[in-house]
């Protein structure tokens, strides 16, 4: 940062946080395939109960 | 109030997915009776030997008219009793279970077959095991010193070489 000007700083304080933001929409969808996975590939397949 | 972008974009997110859960969930729930057991019906746990059911020659797997197959079974400090159920695969199986003492849970290893076993209750389960296999029956509801031994053994064959 101490090699940036005072422009460049403020561009990256004030952008938004993509990186970021790409590794929750990832570990959202990887969450959310597990769920379904746990879902129909193991509870479902073992036969419904009720 | 104020909430940051980044963080109303996750609760979008959050709200999403949970959103997908609980439809799946409603949807198997009330297109294929996917829920948890239930079933009321009384019975007087100090007479289950007497009883028309639960009587010890009444007690193991029997096929029904209807192409199922209905398991009777007691449960008891410290076992299941009979000890070896034997039915067959790809068949509607319902099970009966009633508690000739205190509350027990019953859960066959790798499939959905579990529930409790209250006293004064007949618990049923209906389910298809949909491959063949030896399953480990357990009690999951402390029952006293020996429920660590508390087991019994359900097998499951092929529809063609089972015998009702």
Sequence with gaps: MADLSEDEQRRLMTAPPRGTLVLMLLLAAAFLLAWLYLYFGVYWLRGLAS | ???????????????????????VIVYTAVVY???????????????LHLSEEFAEDRLGARAMPD????????????????????????TPVTFRWATLDVLHGVHAEGTNMATMIVPGFVSQLRTVFPKPG?????????????????????????????KG
């Design chain 2, 67 to 90: 192409g199922s197959v209905r398991v009777t079974m007691v449960a008891a400090r410290y076992g299941f009793f009979p000890r070896n159920v034997t039915v067959p695969a790809e």
């Design chain 2, 134 to 162: 030896v399953y480990q029956v357990i009690c999951n509801e402390f029952c006293g010193v020996g429920h660590d031994y508390m087991w019994s053994q359900l097998t499951v064959v092929p529809k063609a070489e089972w």
């Design chain 2, 33 to 47: 009776n996917a829920a948890p057991p239930s079933n009321v019906e009384t019975i007087d746990s100090a007479q």
């Design chain 2, 1 to 23: 109030m104020h909430i940051d972008p980044s963080e109303r974009k996750w609760i979008y997110v959050v709200l999403a997915m949970s959103a997908i859960f609980l439809a």
